[in-house]
Each structure stands twice: as structure tokens, then as C-alpha cells.
């Protein structure tokens, strides 16, 4: 007997414990906690007391698997505690939620056997949709989900076949090489990432091939990852050279940080011996200990737009796959400030 109650405990209240609470059908229930369906006021009354005290749920999976669908939706995510993507990562779960969707992260690798694999477990689990924040899925990722019906947001990479956000990282990094050529910087260094992903790929090249059209020299480093350790390696290589720029362009506020934090090691002030933009704009880069001029990507922004997508293509299916790309303000602080830095852009100490 002793099993049985603790079996009782842990058993969740189902709809025929408030039906009998309340002393009506378990359909009236049912009718109770469907939008729009028809059911006695007083009865209504009743079976929401009796549900109040009992703390019953509603049973979501249930429903959506009658339905053969869910509001689970995906994100398919690497290292989402990391930089820019965690905060992307929570902006994202919490507009979803708001939209009344469960968020389900899958935290995956970037190789295609991986992608795929996360993608099986969400469509086995009839997840609405899928949201995409790292990696390069192959064209078999999207023929499998075009085949489940299943809708595909892919943020910070161009992809052909589905629907997608970029942030103008081109425009961002043509920016910065001519900002720093405006203030007498010819000797540029661009810290980068061996990681090769198409975002920084993006805006290195932007920045090296504006910097040579203003006739600038641009010295390249790059960490292995685009966190603060790959930061220090390119600091080290472009600092301890003979050849030190007089500016550099970080491809991300983590980056940034590490470049800062060795300049700073080695005896150079910031401004005044070496400035820096970065990329990105993570709550960081207001501290006191860096002060960074960056880029802004707003993951509220970036969130609300997915969100958007998701309706749109839900209510058109058929329509042709959707390409956003969002302008990305300045943000000047102590690291370096432009010629005329309140006609660029809102600055932020």
C-alpha cells in the first residue's frame, strides 16, 4: 500500500481527477480548457475551482501529438553559453515562449552527420519548426525538412533554401577600415578566426579589400576560435611583431577582449598607442575594463524577426524563401572615436 500512494503522488492530475472533483464528465472538461467550445457557465465554474485545487495542467503533448504536431520549436545551436549566441540563444527562447511555443536547444556540432542527427530528433519529437544559429547545413538538411513540411529559419549565414537573418557584417567592416583611415591610420591589423565560419568570413574580407582600396597596409592574425583565448593568440601575433598596427578591427567582442587585455600586458595605452573596434556590442564591452567601440547586433531584434518569419511562412507555406539582412549602428566608446562621432552613430560610455 505504501508503493501504491507513493505511485499516486507521483502520478500527474489528469483531466478525469478534475471531472470527478467537480462531478461532471470528463468531455466537459475537455470542452472547459478548449478555446471556443461550448459549455455551461456554471459548469465552467466548477470545473476550474476543482482544477485550481487539484493544480491541473492542461496536457500540451497530448494534444499536440492527437494533432500530430507540437509547439515544440527547435534551435540548433554550438557552444550557446559562448559570446554573441548566448544572448541570442535567451532572446530567442523568450520570444518564443511569449509566442507559446516550448523552445527545445540543441546543443550540436557543425559536421553534417551532427546537423542531421539533431534535426532527426526534432522532427521525431513533431517539432513545429527549426531555427538554426551555427553551423552550414548540408542540402539534405533542407530536403528533409521540406519533405516534414517542417519551416527553417537559419540566422548569421545566407542559405538559398530557406528563410533566413543576417546582420550587414560586410557594410559594418567596410565601415571600420574607413574610419580608421579617416584618422590618419594606415597600418591596420584585422584579428580573426581560424574558424572560418561564413559571418567572420564575411567581415574579414570586407575589411581587407576596403582597407586596399584606401591604401592601406593590413596586417592579419588569427586566433583558433573566436572566443577571448583565439583574442589573445591574434593580439600576440600582431602586437609582439615588427610590424604593429596602429588600429585594429576585431571580427567579435571576444576577440576584442583578448586583443585589449595584451596590448594593455605589454605596456600600450588605448586609445593613445592602439584603438579597436569590435563586432557584436555584448553587455561587456560597456564595462569600465575595455569601453569598446563595436558594431551592434541586437538579439532582441534579430529574435522578434525570427519569430516574424516563423508566422509568415506558416500562413504561406509556398512562398519564396525570405532573406533579411539588419544594419548594424556603431556604438563609439573609449577605444576609439571616430572624426564626428555624433553624426555616426549614439555613442555609450
Not at 534551435?75 to 532572446?91: D, M
Not at 511569449?98 to 540543441?106: D, L
Request: net charge neutral.
Amino acid at each position: 500500500m505504501t508503493g501504491d500512494k507513493t505511485s499516486d503522488k507521483l502520478r500527474s492530475v489528469s483531466a478525469l481527477h478534475v471531472a470527478r472533483q467537480a462531478g461532471v464528465s470528463r468531455s466537459a472538461v475537455s470542452r472547459a480548457f478548449t478555446p471556443g467550445a461550448s459549455v455551461a457557465t456554471e459548469t465552467r465554474e466548477k470545473i476550474m475551482r476543482a482544477a485550481e485545487e487539484l493544480g491541473y495542467q492542461v496536457n500540451d503533448l497530448a494534444r499536440g501529438l492527437l494533432a500530430n504536431q507540437s509547439r515544440l520549436v527547435g534551435l540548433v545551436v554550438t557552444k550557446p553559453e559562448v559570446g554573441f549566441r548566448a544572448h541570442l540563444a535567451a532572446a530567442l527562447t523568450k520570444a518564443l515562449i511569449h509566442r507559446g511555443n516550448v523552445p527545445a536547444m540543441i546543443n550540436t556540432g557543425q559536421t553534417e552527420q551532427e546537423l542531421i542527427s539533431a534535426q532527426k530528433t526534432l522532427l521525431g519529437h513533431r517539432a513545429e519548426a527549426t531555427i538554426i544559429l551555427s553551423g552550414s547545413p548540408p542540402s539534405s538538411f533542407f530536403e528533409l525538412a521540406r519533405r516534414n513540411g517542417q519551416p527553417l529559419v537559419v540566422i548569421g549565414r545566407s542559405e538559398p533554401e530557406a528563410d533566413h537573418i543576417q546582420t550587414d557584417g560586410r557594410a559594418a567592416a567596410k565601415l571600420a577600415a574607413a574610419l580608421f583611415v579617416a584618422r590618419g591610420m594606415t597600418k591596420l591589423g584585422l584579428a580573426g578566426s581560424l574558424s572560418g565560419t561564413p559571418t567572420i568570413t564575411e567581415r574579414e574580407d570586407a575589411f581587407r579589400a576596403e582597407a586596399a582600396r584606401l591604401g592601406a597596409e593590413v596586417v592579419i592574425a588569427r586566433g583558433r576560435d573566436t572566443d577571448y583565448a583565439g583574442g589573445l593568440q591574434a593580439g600576440r601575433a600582431l602586437i609582439d611583431g615588427q610590424s604593429r598596427p596602429q588600429a585594429i578591427f576585431c571580427v567579435n567582442d571576444l576577440i576584442a577582449f583578448g586583443v585589449m587585455d595584451h596590448a594593455r600586458q605589454v605596456g600600450l595605452d588605448i586609445p593613445g598607442d592602439l584603438s579597436v573596434i569590435g563586432f557584436d556590442d555584448v553587455p561587456e564591452a560597456s564595462w569600465l575594463a575595455y569601453r569598446l567601440t563595436t558594431f551592434r547586433q541586437d538579439p532582441e531584434t534579430m529574435a522578434a524577426r525570427a519569430v516574424a518569419l516563423l508566422d509568415l511562412r506558416q500562413r504561406k507555406p509556398d512562398m519564396a524563401p525570405i532573406r533579411e539582412r539588419l544594419a548594424v549602428p556603431l556604438v563609439v566608446r573609449g577605444s576609439f572615436v571616430p572624426h564626428h562621432a555624433d553624426t555616426l552613430t549614439d555613442s555609450s560610455s
